[in-house]
Protein backbone atom coordinates (compact mmCIF):
# COMPACT_ATOMS: atom_id res chain seq x y z
CA UNK A 1 0.00 0.00 0.00
CA UNK A 2 0.95 3.66 -0.76
CA UNK A 3 -0.90 5.02 2.35
CA UNK A 4 0.72 4.01 6.02
CA UNK A 5 -0.92 4.08 9.21
CA UNK A 6 2.24 5.03 11.27
CA UNK A 7 2.59 8.59 13.38
CA UNK A 8 5.74 10.33 12.46
CA UNK A 9 5.15 12.49 15.83
CA UNK A 10 3.87 12.17 18.94
CA UNK A 11 3.16 14.77 22.40
CA UNK A 12 6.79 13.79 23.47
CA UNK A 13 8.03 15.82 20.99
CA UNK A 14 7.68 19.00 22.60
CA UNK A 15 9.03 18.44 25.84
CA UNK A 16 12.27 16.34 24.00
CA UNK A 17 13.27 18.80 21.18
CA UNK A 18 12.12 22.55 22.28
CA UNK A 19 14.82 22.59 25.18
CA UNK A 20 17.16 21.43 22.16
CA UNK A 21 15.56 24.76 20.50
CA UNK A 22 16.15 27.10 22.78
CA UNK A 23 19.98 26.07 24.21
CA UNK A 24 20.58 26.69 20.10
CA UNK A 25 18.66 29.84 20.67
CA UNK A 26 20.51 30.72 23.59
CA UNK A 27 23.95 30.55 21.91
CA UNK A 28 23.22 32.90 19.00
CA UNK A 29 21.89 35.03 21.72
CA UNK A 30 18.24 35.14 20.41
CA UNK A 31 15.45 35.66 23.03
CA UNK A 32 12.82 33.77 20.71
CA UNK A 33 12.45 31.86 17.30
CA UNK A 34 10.28 31.62 14.74
CA UNK A 35 9.42 28.27 13.38
CA UNK A 36 6.79 28.64 10.06
CA UNK A 37 5.31 25.56 8.29
CA UNK A 38 6.31 26.50 5.32
CA UNK A 39 9.55 24.94 3.90
CA UNK A 40 12.46 27.21 1.42
CA UNK A 41 9.63 26.40 -1.25
CA UNK A 42 7.12 27.74 0.51
CA UNK A 43 4.80 24.64 0.13
CA UNK A 44 2.10 23.18 1.51
CA UNK A 45 2.80 19.54 2.08
CA UNK A 46 6.78 18.92 3.07
CA UNK A 47 9.64 16.30 2.70
CA UNK A 48 10.04 15.14 6.26
CA UNK A 49 13.72 17.09 6.45
CA UNK A 50 11.91 20.11 6.01
CA UNK A 51 9.19 19.40 8.36
CA UNK A 52 10.53 21.42 11.17
CA UNK A 53 7.39 22.44 13.16
CA UNK A 54 6.53 18.63 13.32
CA UNK A 55 10.02 18.43 14.54
CA UNK A 56 9.56 20.90 17.19
CA UNK A 57 5.93 20.60 18.13
CA UNK A 58 4.75 16.94 16.92
CA UNK A 59 1.85 18.60 14.84
CA UNK A 60 1.62 17.40 11.43
CA UNK A 61 -1.62 19.34 10.35
CA UNK A 62 -0.22 21.01 6.33
CA UNK A 63 -1.16 24.73 7.44
CA UNK A 64 0.46 26.43 10.75
CA UNK A 65 3.41 27.93 12.68
CA UNK A 66 4.69 28.12 15.61
CA UNK A 67 7.09 30.60 18.39
CA UNK A 68 9.79 29.30 20.71
CA UNK A 69 10.24 32.16 23.26
CA UNK A 70 13.05 31.17 26.02
CA UNK A 71 10.01 31.04 28.31
CA UNK A 72 7.21 29.89 26.54
CA UNK A 73 6.37 28.99 23.00
CA UNK A 74 2.86 28.49 20.83
CA UNK A 75 1.20 26.49 18.08
CA UNK A 76 -1.29 28.21 15.73
CA UNK A 77 -3.78 26.64 13.77
CA UNK A 78 -6.86 27.37 11.83
CA UNK A 79 -10.48 26.02 11.96
CA UNK A 80 -9.33 22.62 9.75
CA UNK A 81 -6.98 21.60 12.48
CA UNK A 82 -8.24 22.65 16.14
CA UNK A 83 -9.17 19.34 17.41
CA UNK A 84 -5.91 17.32 15.78
CA UNK A 85 -3.41 19.92 17.36
CA UNK A 86 -4.91 19.23 20.94
CA UNK A 87 -4.26 15.36 20.49
CA UNK A 88 -0.46 15.99 19.10
CA UNK A 89 0.75 18.76 20.98
CA UNK A 90 2.10 18.59 24.66
CA UNK A 91 -0.06 21.76 25.74
CA UNK A 92 2.36 22.08 29.28
CA UNK A 93 5.09 23.03 26.47
CA UNK A 94 2.91 24.65 23.78
CA UNK A 95 -0.07 27.66 23.85
CA UNK A 96 -2.45 26.62 21.24
CA UNK A 97 -3.68 29.69 19.54
CA UNK A 98 -5.90 30.72 16.38
CA UNK A 99 -3.29 30.56 13.24
CA UNK A 100 -6.07 33.25 11.40
CA UNK A 101 -7.54 35.58 14.43
CA UNK A 102 -4.72 37.79 15.69
CA UNK A 103 -2.23 34.59 15.05
CA UNK A 104 1.52 34.94 15.50
CA UNK A 105 1.28 39.36 14.93
CA UNK A 106 -1.14 39.44 18.25
CA UNK A 107 1.49 37.07 20.18
CA UNK A 108 4.54 38.98 19.42
CA UNK A 109 3.33 41.82 20.07
CA UNK A 110 3.19 40.31 24.15
CA UNK A 111 6.67 39.62 23.50
CA UNK A 112 9.45 41.52 26.26
CA UNK A 113 11.16 44.44 25.57
CA UNK A 114 13.76 44.06 23.91
CA UNK A 115 13.58 40.57 23.14
CA UNK A 116 15.66 39.63 19.79
CA UNK A 117 13.53 37.24 18.22
CA UNK A 118 15.15 34.90 15.08
CA UNK A 119 13.92 34.58 12.17
CA UNK A 120 15.52 32.03 8.92
CA UNK A 121 15.17 34.24 5.87
CA UNK A 122 14.55 31.17 3.62
CA UNK A 123 11.68 30.15 5.45
CA UNK A 124 9.46 33.29 5.47
CA UNK A 125 7.82 35.25 2.54
CA UNK A 126 8.37 38.97 2.40
CA UNK A 127 4.37 39.42 2.79
CA UNK A 128 4.79 37.00 5.98
CA UNK A 129 7.77 39.44 7.32
CA UNK A 130 6.59 42.80 7.06
CA UNK A 131 3.38 41.93 9.77
CA UNK A 132 5.54 39.47 12.36
CA UNK A 133 8.33 42.62 12.10
CA UNK A 134 5.46 45.14 12.98
CA UNK A 135 3.87 43.78 15.33
CA UNK A 136 7.70 43.05 17.16
CA UNK A 137 8.27 46.64 17.23
CA UNK A 138 5.04 47.24 18.80
CA UNK A 139 6.15 45.10 21.80
CA UNK A 140 9.48 46.78 21.81
CA UNK A 141 11.28 43.70 20.05
CA UNK A 142 13.37 43.12 17.48
CA UNK A 143 13.15 40.06 14.62
CA UNK A 144 16.71 39.41 13.77
CA UNK A 145 17.86 37.73 10.81
CA UNK A 146 19.65 34.13 11.45
CA UNK A 147 22.60 32.68 9.48
CA UNK A 148 21.83 29.59 11.11
CA UNK A 149 18.69 28.06 11.80
CA UNK A 150 18.25 26.46 15.46
CA UNK A 151 15.85 24.82 14.95
CA UNK A 152 18.15 22.91 12.48
CA UNK A 153 21.39 23.05 14.72
CA UNK A 154 18.92 21.10 17.04
CA UNK A 155 17.76 18.73 14.96
CA UNK A 156 21.11 17.95 13.56
CA UNK A 157 22.29 14.16 12.82
CA UNK A 158 18.17 13.20 13.05
CA UNK A 159 17.36 14.89 10.75
CA UNK A 160 16.30 13.07 7.34
CA UNK A 161 18.19 13.53 4.19
CA UNK A 162 16.74 15.67 1.55
CA UNK A 163 14.81 13.95 -0.86
CA UNK A 164 16.63 13.47 -4.31
CA UNK A 165 14.07 12.01 -6.31
CA UNK A 166 14.88 11.82 -10.40
CA UNK A 167 13.58 14.72 -12.60
CA UNK A 168 11.27 12.73 -15.80
CA UNK A 169 9.88 14.57 -18.58
CA UNK A 170 5.97 15.18 -18.91
CA UNK A 171 5.66 14.68 -22.49
CA UNK A 172 3.23 17.06 -24.53
CA UNK A 173 1.12 14.79 -25.01
CA UNK A 174 -0.50 15.11 -21.36
CA UNK A 175 1.20 18.81 -21.27
CA UNK A 176 -0.34 20.26 -24.55
CA UNK A 177 2.51 22.83 -24.89
CA UNK A 178 5.60 22.33 -25.42
CA UNK A 179 8.21 24.14 -22.60
CA UNK A 180 9.94 26.28 -25.29
CA UNK A 181 6.77 27.85 -26.01
CA UNK A 182 5.99 28.03 -22.40
CA UNK A 183 9.57 30.22 -21.77
CA UNK A 184 8.26 32.28 -24.82
CA UNK A 185 5.01 33.62 -23.35
CA UNK A 186 6.47 33.60 -19.76
CA UNK A 187 9.76 35.62 -21.62
CA UNK A 188 7.57 38.08 -22.91
CA UNK A 189 4.92 38.66 -20.15
CA UNK A 190 8.52 39.58 -18.15
CA UNK A 191 9.23 42.02 -20.75
CA UNK A 192 6.08 43.75 -21.27
CA UNK A 193 6.48 44.66 -16.79
CA UNK A 194 10.06 45.66 -18.34
CA UNK A 195 11.76 43.08 -16.49
CA UNK A 196 14.67 41.37 -17.27
CA UNK A 197 14.36 38.30 -15.69
CA UNK A 198 12.45 36.31 -12.78
CA UNK A 199 13.42 33.80 -10.18
CA UNK A 200 10.81 31.17 -9.65
CA UNK A 201 11.00 29.03 -6.30
CA UNK A 202 7.83 27.42 -6.58
CA UNK A 203 8.34 23.53 -7.56
CA UNK A 204 5.00 23.33 -9.46
CA UNK A 205 5.93 26.63 -11.36
CA UNK A 206 8.94 24.56 -12.63
CA UNK A 207 7.49 21.64 -13.29
CA UNK A 208 4.94 23.25 -15.42
CA UNK A 209 7.20 25.84 -17.31
CA UNK A 210 9.76 22.97 -18.38
CA UNK A 211 7.58 19.81 -18.74
CA UNK A 212 8.96 17.93 -15.67
CA UNK A 213 8.26 16.19 -12.50
CA UNK A 214 9.89 14.86 -9.94
CA UNK A 215 8.75 13.01 -6.12
CA UNK A 216 10.67 15.22 -3.74
CA UNK A 217 7.12 16.35 -1.90
CA UNK A 218 4.57 13.06 -1.11
CA UNK A 219 1.99 12.76 -2.81
CA UNK A 220 2.87 15.72 -5.54
CA UNK A 221 4.95 15.16 -8.22
CA UNK A 222 7.25 17.91 -7.62
CA UNK A 223 10.97 18.87 -7.96
CA UNK A 224 12.62 20.76 -5.40
CA UNK A 225 14.96 23.09 -7.18
CA UNK A 226 15.16 26.86 -8.41
CA UNK A 227 15.41 28.70 -11.57
CA UNK A 228 15.83 31.85 -13.25
CA UNK A 229 13.60 32.42 -16.83
CA UNK A 230 15.09 35.53 -18.57
CA UNK A 231 12.86 37.36 -20.70
CA UNK A 232 14.22 36.34 -23.61
CA UNK A 233 13.03 33.12 -22.87
CA UNK A 234 16.32 31.00 -21.58
CA UNK A 235 16.84 29.99 -18.18
CA UNK A 236 18.73 28.56 -15.59
CA UNK A 237 18.26 25.87 -13.28
CA UNK A 238 19.27 24.67 -9.98
CA UNK A 239 18.97 21.13 -9.33
CA UNK A 240 20.46 18.82 -7.22
CA UNK A 241 22.77 16.25 -9.69
CA UNK A 242 21.63 13.38 -8.03
CA UNK A 243 17.73 14.40 -9.47
CA UNK A 244 19.28 14.56 -13.16
CA UNK A 245 18.13 11.93 -15.50
CA UNK A 246 20.28 10.56 -18.77
CA UNK A 247 17.32 11.99 -20.85
CA UNK A 248 16.93 15.25 -19.06
CA UNK A 249 19.41 17.73 -20.67
CA UNK A 250 18.24 16.75 -24.27
CA UNK A 251 14.88 17.44 -23.13
CA UNK A 252 15.29 20.84 -21.54
CA UNK A 253 17.26 21.56 -25.03
CA UNK A 254 20.12 23.72 -25.45
CA UNK A 255 18.38 27.27 -24.47
CA UNK A 256 18.06 25.78 -20.76
CA UNK A 257 21.37 25.65 -18.24
CA UNK A 258 21.60 22.92 -15.60
CA UNK A 259 23.32 23.92 -12.11
CA UNK A 260 23.80 22.86 -8.95
CA UNK A 261 22.11 24.43 -5.91
CA UNK A 262 25.46 25.77 -4.85
CA UNK A 263 25.47 27.87 -8.22
CA UNK A 264 22.72 29.91 -7.05
CA UNK A 265 24.29 32.63 -5.01
CA UNK A 266 26.98 33.55 -7.82
CA UNK A 267 23.79 33.40 -10.44
CA UNK A 268 21.72 35.90 -8.60
CA UNK A 269 24.93 38.11 -7.84
CA UNK A 270 24.59 38.25 -12.29
CA UNK A 271 21.42 39.93 -12.10
CA UNK A 272 23.43 42.94 -10.72
CA UNK A 273 22.35 45.77 -12.28
CA UNK A 274 19.14 43.88 -13.80
CA UNK A 275 14.98 44.29 -13.02
CA UNK A 276 14.12 40.99 -11.18
CA UNK A 277 10.64 39.85 -10.18
CA UNK A 278 10.47 37.94 -7.63
CA UNK A 279 6.79 36.60 -6.17
CA UNK A 280 6.64 37.84 -2.24
CA UNK A 281 4.06 35.20 -1.77
CA UNK A 282 5.53 32.69 -2.94
CA UNK A 283 9.39 33.23 -2.70
CA UNK A 284 11.19 34.00 0.41
CA UNK A 285 12.75 36.87 1.65
CA UNK A 286 16.57 35.38 1.23
CA UNK A 287 16.00 36.14 -2.23
CA UNK A 288 14.56 40.04 -1.83
CA UNK A 289 17.39 40.81 0.19
CA UNK A 290 19.86 38.91 -1.56
CA UNK A 291 18.92 40.74 -4.68
CA UNK A 292 19.16 43.88 -3.48
CA UNK A 293 22.35 43.38 -2.01
CA UNK A 294 23.41 42.20 -5.02
CA UNK A 295 22.45 45.40 -7.11
CA UNK A 296 19.51 43.91 -8.45
CA UNK A 297 16.22 46.08 -9.19
CA UNK A 298 14.04 43.75 -6.97
CA UNK A 299 9.97 44.07 -8.68
CA UNK A 300 7.81 42.34 -6.28
CA UNK A 301 4.78 40.80 -8.81
CA UNK A 302 3.15 37.20 -9.01
CA UNK A 303 4.96 34.57 -10.05
CA UNK A 304 5.08 34.09 -14.10
CA UNK A 305 4.07 30.88 -14.35
CA UNK A 306 0.92 30.74 -11.71
CA UNK A 307 -1.73 32.47 -13.76
CA UNK A 308 -0.90 30.47 -17.29
CA UNK A 309 -0.21 27.11 -15.02
CA UNK A 310 -3.38 27.48 -13.42
CA UNK A 311 -5.87 28.02 -16.90
CA UNK A 312 -4.84 24.87 -18.36
CA UNK A 313 -5.11 24.55 -22.10
CA UNK A 314 -7.42 22.02 -24.21
CA UNK A 315 -5.54 19.04 -23.60
CA UNK A 316 -4.97 19.21 -20.34
CA UNK A 317 -8.98 20.13 -19.62
CA UNK A 318 -9.19 17.09 -21.73
CA UNK A 319 -6.56 14.92 -19.87
CA UNK A 320 -8.04 15.79 -16.59
CA UNK A 321 -11.75 14.92 -17.81
CA UNK A 322 -10.64 10.96 -18.50
CA UNK A 323 -8.70 11.14 -15.26
CA UNK A 324 -11.68 11.59 -13.60
CA UNK A 325 -13.71 8.92 -16.05
CA UNK A 326 -10.89 6.76 -15.00
CA UNK A 327 -10.90 7.80 -11.04
CA UNK A 328 -14.35 8.00 -11.01
CA UNK A 329 -15.12 4.41 -11.83
CA UNK A 330 -12.86 2.96 -9.48
CA UNK A 331 -14.72 5.27 -6.50
CA UNK A 332 -17.85 3.97 -7.96
CA UNK A 333 -16.88 0.70 -7.37
CA UNK A 334 -15.87 1.55 -3.96
CA UNK A 335 -19.07 2.92 -2.93
CA UNK A 336 -20.93 0.16 -3.94
CA UNK A 337 -18.11 -2.25 -1.79
CA UNK A 338 -19.70 0.09 0.74
CA UNK A 339 -23.51 0.45 -0.06
CA UNK A 340 -23.27 -3.79 0.05
CA UNK A 341 -20.74 -5.58 2.19
CA UNK A 342 -20.06 -2.22 4.32
CA UNK A 343 -23.64 -1.62 5.06
CA UNK A 344 -23.25 -5.87 6.79
CA UNK A 345 -20.13 -5.12 7.90
CA UNK A 346 -19.18 -2.07 8.27
CA UNK A 347 -15.82 -1.71 7.87
CA UNK A 348 -12.86 0.36 10.04
CA UNK A 349 -11.17 3.68 8.78
CA UNK A 350 -8.19 1.40 7.33
CA UNK A 351 -9.87 -1.35 5.77
CA UNK A 352 -11.76 1.73 4.04
CA UNK A 353 -8.50 3.67 2.87
CA UNK A 354 -7.17 0.22 1.31
CA UNK A 355 -10.35 -0.68 -0.10
CA UNK A 356 -10.60 2.80 -2.13
CA UNK A 357 -6.50 2.48 -3.04
CA UNK A 358 -6.96 -1.05 -4.49
CA UNK A 359 -9.96 0.47 -6.74
CA UNK A 360 -7.57 2.91 -7.94
CA UNK A 361 -4.75 0.80 -8.15
CA UNK A 362 -6.44 -1.53 -10.17
CA UNK A 363 -6.55 0.84 -12.72
CA UNK A 364 -2.79 0.33 -14.06
CA UNK A 365 -2.30 4.18 -14.13
CA UNK A 366 -2.25 5.20 -10.61
CA UNK A 367 0.94 7.27 -9.88
CA UNK A 368 0.05 7.99 -6.50
CA UNK A 369 -2.32 9.26 -4.18
CA UNK A 370 -2.89 12.99 -4.20
CA UNK A 371 -2.99 13.14 -0.68
CA UNK A 372 -3.26 10.71 2.69
CA UNK A 373 -6.66 9.57 2.27
CA UNK A 374 -8.92 10.94 4.84
CA UNK A 375 -11.51 8.17 6.26
CA UNK A 376 -13.18 9.53 9.09
CA UNK A 377 -16.32 7.32 10.28
CA UNK A 378 -17.81 8.39 13.36
CA UNK A 379 -16.65 11.61 15.08
CA UNK A 380 -13.63 11.65 13.33
CA UNK A 381 -15.34 12.71 10.29
CA UNK A 382 -15.67 15.73 12.40
CA UNK A 383 -12.01 16.74 11.35
CA UNK A 384 -11.54 17.92 8.08
CA UNK A 385 -8.20 17.27 7.64
CA UNK A 386 -8.09 13.98 10.30
CA UNK A 387 -5.90 11.07 8.96
CA UNK A 388 -6.23 7.45 10.03
CA UNK A 389 -2.96 5.79 11.82
CA UNK A 390 -2.74 2.25 13.95
CA UNK A 391 -4.19 4.48 17.04
CA UNK A 392 -6.71 6.29 15.89
CA UNK A 393 -8.13 4.04 13.46
CA UNK A 394 -12.28 3.49 14.38
CA UNK A 395 -14.53 0.84 12.53
CA UNK A 396 -17.80 2.97 11.23
CA UNK A 397 -20.88 2.15 13.78
CA UNK A 398 -24.16 1.15 12.84
CA UNK A 399 -26.08 4.48 12.27
CA UNK A 400 -23.35 6.49 11.76
CA UNK A 401 -21.60 8.41 9.17
CA UNK A 402 -18.24 7.92 7.15
CA UNK A 403 -16.44 10.45 5.21
CA UNK A 404 -14.20 9.71 2.67
CA UNK A 405 -11.99 12.49 0.60
CA UNK A 406 -9.75 11.38 -1.32
CA UNK A 407 -7.78 11.47 -4.78
CA UNK A 408 -5.22 10.11 -7.06
CA UNK A 409 -2.55 11.14 -9.40
CA UNK A 410 -2.43 10.01 -13.13
CA UNK A 411 -0.36 11.13 -15.75
CA UNK A 412 -3.08 12.87 -17.52
CA UNK A 413 -4.89 14.75 -14.66
CA UNK A 414 -5.06 15.26 -10.45
CA UNK A 415 -8.32 13.92 -8.70
CA UNK A 416 -9.75 14.99 -5.75
CA UNK A 417 -13.33 14.17 -4.25
CA UNK A 418 -15.36 13.75 -1.00
CA UNK A 419 -18.14 11.56 -0.63
CA UNK A 420 -20.12 11.25 2.58
CA UNK A 421 -21.78 8.01 2.90
CA UNK A 422 -24.25 6.63 5.73
CA UNK A 423 -23.72 3.00 7.65
CA UNK A 424 -26.92 1.52 8.58
CA UNK A 425 -29.82 3.75 9.31
CA UNK A 426 -29.18 7.77 8.92
CA UNK A 427 -30.88 10.28 11.60
CA UNK A 428 -32.94 12.60 10.83
CA UNK A 429 -30.22 15.55 11.47
CA UNK A 430 -27.68 13.92 9.86
CA UNK A 431 -30.26 14.18 6.88
CA UNK A 432 -31.14 17.59 7.47
CA UNK A 433 -27.67 18.59 7.63
CA UNK A 434 -26.21 16.78 4.64
CA UNK A 435 -29.31 18.35 2.41
CA UNK A 436 -28.09 21.51 3.29
CA UNK A 437 -24.88 21.08 2.52
CA UNK A 438 -25.94 19.57 -0.65
CA UNK A 439 -28.14 22.55 -1.59
CA UNK A 440 -24.71 24.89 -1.24
CA UNK A 441 -22.88 22.38 -3.45
CA UNK A 442 -25.21 22.35 -5.80
CA UNK A 443 -25.61 26.31 -5.52
CA UNK A 444 -21.62 26.49 -7.02
CA UNK A 445 -22.22 23.83 -9.47
CA UNK A 446 -25.42 26.35 -11.43
CA UNK A 447 -23.87 29.05 -10.46
CA UNK A 448 -23.38 31.69 -13.82
CA UNK A 449 -21.16 34.84 -13.27
CA UNK A 450 -19.51 37.04 -15.69
CA UNK A 451 -15.70 37.89 -16.26
CA UNK A 452 -13.95 39.46 -13.76
CA UNK A 453 -15.77 37.58 -10.56
CA UNK A 454 -13.35 35.94 -7.46
CA UNK A 455 -14.03 32.92 -5.88
CA UNK A 456 -14.96 35.07 -2.77
CA UNK A 457 -17.68 36.43 -4.36
CA UNK A 458 -19.12 33.24 -4.99
CA UNK A 459 -18.43 31.78 -1.37
CA UNK A 460 -21.38 32.86 0.42
CA UNK A 461 -23.86 30.91 -2.47
CA UNK A 462 -22.29 27.50 -0.82
CA UNK A 463 -23.52 29.30 2.70
CA UNK A 464 -26.49 30.69 2.29
CA UNK A 465 -28.63 27.71 3.15
CA UNK A 466 -26.89 26.22 6.03
CA UNK A 467 -26.60 29.92 7.22
CA UNK A 468 -30.49 30.45 7.38
CA UNK A 469 -29.98 27.43 9.71
CA UNK A 470 -27.54 28.70 11.79
CA UNK A 471 -25.04 26.81 10.53
CA UNK A 472 -21.20 26.98 9.01
CA UNK A 473 -17.92 25.53 8.66
CA UNK A 474 -14.26 26.89 9.14
CA UNK A 475 -12.81 26.17 6.09
CA UNK A 476 -12.80 27.27 2.32
CA UNK A 477 -15.53 26.32 0.08
CA UNK A 478 -12.78 25.94 -3.33
CA UNK A 479 -9.19 25.42 -3.54
CA UNK A 480 -7.40 24.87 -7.09
CA UNK A 481 -5.92 21.71 -8.24
CA UNK A 482 -3.22 20.87 -11.06
CA UNK A 483 -2.52 18.96 -13.79
CA UNK A 484 -0.43 15.94 -12.21
CA UNK A 485 0.85 18.66 -10.17
CA UNK A 486 -0.29 19.30 -6.40
CA UNK A 487 -3.61 18.84 -5.82
CA UNK A 488 -3.83 22.06 -3.84
CA UNK A 489 -2.59 25.27 -5.97
CA UNK A 490 -3.02 29.13 -6.70
CA UNK A 491 -4.15 31.61 -7.58
CA UNK A 492 -8.16 30.97 -7.58
CA UNK A 493 -9.78 29.61 -4.26
CA UNK A 494 -13.02 29.70 -3.22
CA UNK A 495 -13.64 31.32 0.38
CA UNK A 496 -14.50 33.92 2.44
CA UNK A 497 -10.92 35.43 2.33
CA UNK A 498 -10.29 38.37 0.00
CA UNK A 499 -8.88 37.05 -3.37
CA UNK A 500 -8.43 39.79 -6.57
CA UNK A 501 -7.79 36.85 -8.93
CA UNK A 502 -10.54 36.42 -11.45
CA UNK A 503 -12.11 32.95 -12.23
CA UNK A 504 -11.06 32.48 -15.48
CA UNK A 505 -11.57 29.56 -18.28
CA UNK A 506 -9.57 26.45 -17.90
CA UNK A 507 -9.25 27.10 -14.17
CA UNK A 508 -9.50 24.28 -12.03
CA UNK A 509 -11.27 24.51 -8.60
CA UNK A 510 -12.95 22.12 -5.96
CA UNK A 511 -16.10 22.51 -4.73
CA UNK A 512 -16.36 21.56 -1.49
CA UNK A 513 -19.02 22.62 1.28
CA UNK A 514 -19.14 20.80 4.47
CA UNK A 515 -20.69 20.12 8.23
CA UNK A 516 -19.25 18.83 10.70
CA UNK A 517 -19.99 18.40 14.70
CA UNK A 518 -17.57 17.95 17.08
CA UNK A 519 -17.19 13.98 18.42
CA UNK A 520 -19.88 13.12 15.96
CA UNK A 521 -20.08 13.67 12.39
CA UNK A 522 -18.85 14.98 9.66
CA UNK A 523 -20.34 16.13 6.12
CA UNK A 524 -18.66 16.74 3.24
CA UNK A 525 -19.62 16.83 -0.61
CA UNK A 526 -16.85 17.66 -3.07
CA UNK A 527 -16.46 17.78 -6.92
CA UNK A 528 -13.55 19.33 -9.00
CA UNK A 529 -15.14 21.98 -11.56
CA UNK A 530 -13.40 23.48 -14.41
CA UNK A 531 -14.46 26.97 -15.40
CA UNK A 532 -15.96 27.12 -19.12
CA UNK A 533 -16.06 30.49 -21.30
CA UNK A 534 -18.22 32.74 -20.98
CA UNK A 535 -21.37 32.21 -23.13
CA UNK A 536 -24.76 34.10 -24.12
CA UNK A 537 -27.35 33.53 -21.90
CA UNK A 538 -30.95 33.10 -23.27
CA UNK A 539 -32.64 36.48 -23.22
CA UNK A 540 -30.10 37.77 -21.41
CA UNK A 541 -27.56 40.84 -22.35
CA UNK A 542 -24.12 40.10 -21.16
CA UNK A 543 -22.44 36.34 -21.55
CA UNK A 544 -21.15 34.52 -18.55
CA UNK A 545 -19.00 32.02 -17.15
CA UNK A 546 -19.95 28.65 -15.90
CA UNK A 547 -18.28 25.28 -13.99
CA UNK A 548 -18.43 22.30 -15.84
CA UNK A 549 -18.45 19.20 -13.02
CA UNK A 550 -15.22 16.96 -13.66
CA UNK A 551 -15.89 14.69 -10.77
CA UNK A 552 -18.08 11.55 -11.67
CA UNK A 553 -19.80 9.50 -8.95
CA UNK A 554 -22.42 8.68 -6.76
CA UNK A 555 -24.20 11.10 -3.73
CA UNK A 556 -25.55 9.01 -1.40
CA UNK A 557 -29.17 9.24 -1.86
CA UNK A 558 -30.48 8.24 1.50
CA UNK A 559 -28.71 11.24 2.83
CA UNK A 560 -31.25 13.70 1.09
CA UNK A 561 -34.48 15.36 2.57
CA UNK A 562 -35.83 15.77 -1.01
CA UNK A 563 -38.95 18.44 0.44
CA UNK A 564 -35.96 20.53 1.34
CA UNK A 565 -34.61 21.07 -2.18
CA UNK A 566 -36.21 23.22 -4.89
CA UNK A 567 -37.44 21.88 -8.14
CA UNK A 568 -34.63 23.33 -9.81
CA UNK A 569 -32.24 21.30 -7.34
CA UNK A 570 -34.10 18.47 -7.77
CA UNK A 571 -33.42 18.69 -11.75
CA UNK A 572 -29.80 19.41 -11.15
CA UNK A 573 -29.32 16.69 -9.04
CA UNK A 574 -30.84 14.26 -11.20
CA UNK A 575 -29.27 15.48 -14.22
CA UNK A 576 -25.51 15.00 -12.54
CA UNK A 577 -26.71 11.22 -11.43
CA UNK A 578 -27.93 10.49 -15.01
CA UNK A 579 -24.58 11.86 -16.53
CA UNK A 580 -22.90 10.07 -13.84
CA UNK A 581 -24.80 6.49 -14.85
CA UNK A 582 -23.96 7.48 -18.44
CA UNK A 583 -19.98 8.04 -18.38
CA UNK A 584 -19.16 5.41 -15.64
CA UNK A 585 -21.31 2.87 -16.23
CA UNK A 586 -19.86 1.34 -19.22
CA UNK A 587 -16.64 1.34 -17.13
CA UNK A 588 -17.51 -1.12 -14.07
CA UNK A 589 -18.75 -4.54 -13.66
CA UNK A 590 -22.47 -5.87 -14.39
CA UNK A 591 -23.10 -5.49 -10.66
CA UNK A 592 -21.94 -2.08 -10.14
CA UNK A 593 -23.53 -0.94 -13.02
CA UNK A 594 -27.03 -2.25 -11.55
CA UNK A 595 -26.49 -1.02 -7.88
CA UNK A 596 -25.42 2.46 -10.06
CA UNK A 597 -29.16 2.38 -11.49
CA UNK A 598 -30.53 2.43 -8.07
CA UNK A 599 -28.37 4.71 -6.97
CA UNK A 600 -28.48 7.13 -9.55
CA UNK A 601 -32.52 6.99 -9.58
CA UNK A 602 -34.40 9.79 -10.11
CA UNK A 603 -35.02 11.42 -6.87
Known amino acids: MRQTFDESTDPSFGPKHVPLIRAAMARQGLDGFLVPHEDEHQNEYLPAANDRLAWASGF ?3 AGAGVILSDRAAVFVDGRYTLQVREQVDQDVFEIRDLVEGGVPAYLETAKPG ?48 PAAPIV ?9 DSASK ?21 ASIAWLFNVRGGDVIRSPLPLSQAIINSDGTARVFIDPAKITEELPAWLGNQVSLETPDALDAALADLAGKSVLVDPGQSSAWYFDTLTAAGAKVVRGMDPCTLPRACKNAVEIEGTREAHRRDGAALTRF ?15 KQAVAKLEGFREATGMLKDLSFDTIAGANG ?36 DVTRTVAIGEPSAEMIQRNTLVLKGHLAIARLRFPAGTTGSAIDAFARAAMWSHGLDYDHGTGHGVGVYLGVHEGPQRISKAPNTIALQPGMIVSNEPGYYKDGEYGIRIENLEVVM ?20 APIDRRLIDKALLSAEEVTQFDAYHARVLK ?12 WMEQACAPL
Open 169 to 177: PQPVEYAGE
Open 183 to 203: RSRVGASLASLGADAAVITAP
Open 533 to 552: PAEDVPGGERPMHRFEALTL
Open 583 to 594: EIGPRVEPQVRA
Open 335 to 349: LHWLATEGQINPPDE
Open 115 to 162: AVIGYDARLHSPQALDSLKAAAAKAGAQLKPVAVNPLDEAWGAQRPAQ
Open 60 to 62: TGS
Open 380 to 415: HGALPHYRPTERSNERAAMGSLLLVDSGGQYLDGTT
